[in-house]
């Protein structure tokens, strides 16, 4: 990637997390930690390596984005505003009566959310399933999909990675966002998942292993992934809950939902009164 290239999505994932916040913000609280984690991958697959046209949102070639942890929407939200798939103005509503922007993803209210969630573990399912009839179509189109770690101890995600490994998914690129907390706690000292890399590997799993945060590492592992042929790719993603915002971080488990003053959101994202 070169230099413009990665400064330009390094930026917009920055301004990408002011919309987050301002959108959590506006309503009060909501799922933070989860939401910034994955900002970066976002970034590139809708700046750069992914293949959408918000013009044509339901285009049949596009490539499909499933976020499986559907908590993490406020995200995605953030992107698909700033992409123009819908009003900016519309960031102002998240999760209030009437929305088209629920707190977690639902494809029959938000236009370019491609799968509907919020039940743990079912995703990945959809995912597989949406890269498994690009197959029999014969379409090029790729599927993205993003898991948690704490979802990641559901065992519907085991049997979906079984079959995705078993069926030779290569149109399919698995991302965990692996910050080692969920709602209870701690990953490892609820149920731990380690050695991930290993486990993913026996599911016969083409297996990256990468800084979550480092865009250039994002868009290599997915390069990575639409060169290899014949398996599934999972890209495990090293993150921080809640990264880019200090006082997100600072809370690391309960970062996960928590609420946001008013001069909270609007010092970070430095807009005055409305």
């Not at 070169?2 to 002011?18: G, I, P």
């Not at 993205?144 to 079959?163: H, K, P, R, T």
Request: aromatic residues 8%; charged residues 25%.
């Amino acid at each position: 990637m070169d230099k413009d290239k990665l400064e330009f999505l390094q930026t917009k994932a920055v301004e990408l997390r002011k919309i987050t916040i301002e959108m959590i913000g506006r309503l009060g609280s909501g799922h933070v930690g989860g939401s910034l984690s994955i900002i970066d991958l976002l970034t590139d697959i809708y700046y750069n390596a992914g293949r959408m046209n918000p013009e044509n949102p339901k285009d049949p070639d596009r490539d499909r984005v499933v976020i499986s942890k559907g908590h993490a929407g406020p995200g995605l939200y953030a992107v698909l505003a700033s992409k123009g798939y819908f009003p900016m103005d519309e960031i102002k509503t998240l999760n209030k009566g009437g929305t088209h922007l629920p707190s977690h993803c639902d494809m029959n209210k938000t236009v370019g959310v491609d799968m509907t969630a919020g039940s743990l573990g079912q995703g990945l399912s959809c995912a597989i399933g949406m890269a498994l009839a690009g197959k029999m179509d014969k379409k090029d189109y790729r599927v993205y999909c993003v898991i948690g770690d704490g979802e990641s101890q559901e065992g519907q995600i085991w049997e979906a990675l079984m079959y995705a490994g078993n069926m030779k998914l290569d149109n399919l690129t698995i991302f965990i966002d692996y910050n080692r907390m969920q709602i209870d706690g701690y990953t490892d000292e609820i149920n731990s998942l380690d050695p991930l890399d290993d486990k993913f590997r026996a599911f016969n799993l083409n297996t990256i292993r990468i800084n979550g945060h480092d865009i250039a590492a994002i868009d290599d592992a997915i390069n990575a992934a639409k060169a290899c042929k014949d398996k599934c790719t999972a890209v495990i993603m090293d993150t921080i809950k809640g990264y880019g915002v200090p006082w997100a971080e600072e809370r690391k488990v309960g970062s996960h939902s928590f609420a946001i003053t008013e001069q909270q959101w609007r010092e970070f994202c430095g807009k005055e009164a409305d």
